[in-house]
Nanobody
Framework: QVNLVESGGALVQPGGSLRLSCAAS????????MKWYRQAPGKQREQVAV???????SYPDDVRGRFTISRDNDKNIVELQMNSLKPEDTAVYYC???????????WGQGTQVTVSS
C-alpha cells in the first residue's frame, strides 16, 4: 500500500516561513520524481516545485527564490522550505510521487497553509 503523508501546514504571518514534509511509504522512493502542488480555493491545482531522481530542482517564477524542495532517499522524505510567504501562497499543499516507467502517480491528502496577518 502506497502512502504519502504531508505535515507542517499552519497559519503564518506574511513574510514568515514554513517547512512542509512528506513521508512516503510503499514505493521505491528514489526512483520517483517528487513534486509539490498547491490548490487555492476556486483555482486549479498548480505545481510549485519538483525534484528529480538526481536531485535537480525546478520552480515556477512566482515561488523561485522563496521555495526550496529537497529529498532524503534514505528516509523517504521530501520537504518544501517556504520563505517570505505571501497571502497568495495560501492553499492546500499536496505531495506527489511520479514515475513514467514503470508508471506510477501517487498523491498525499494535503496540508493547509494559510498566510494571513
Amino acid at each position: 500500500q502506497v502512502n504519502l503523508v504531508e505535515s507542517g501546514g499552519a497559519l503564518v504571518q506574511p513574510g514568515g516561513s514554513l517547512r512542509l514534509s512528506c513521508a512516503a511509504s510503499g514505493i521505491a522512493f528514489s526512483t520517483y520524481f517528487m513534486k509539490w502542488y498547491r490548490q487555492a480555493p476556486g483555482k486549479q491545482r498548480e505545481q510549485v516545485a519538483v525534484i528529480t531522481r538526481s536531485a535537480r530542482t525546478s520552480y515556477p517564477d512566482d515561488v523561485r527564490g522563496r521555495f526550496t524542495i529537497s529529498r532524503d532517499n534514505d528516509k523517504n522524505i521530501v520537504e518544501l522550505q517556504m520563505n517570505s510567504l505571501k497571502p497568495e501562497d495560501t492553499a492546500v499543499y499536496y505531495c506527489n510521487a511520479h514515475r513514467e516507467s514503470p508508471a506510477g502517480d501517487y498523491w498525499g491528502q494535503g496540508t493547509q497553509v494559510t498566510v494571513s496577518s
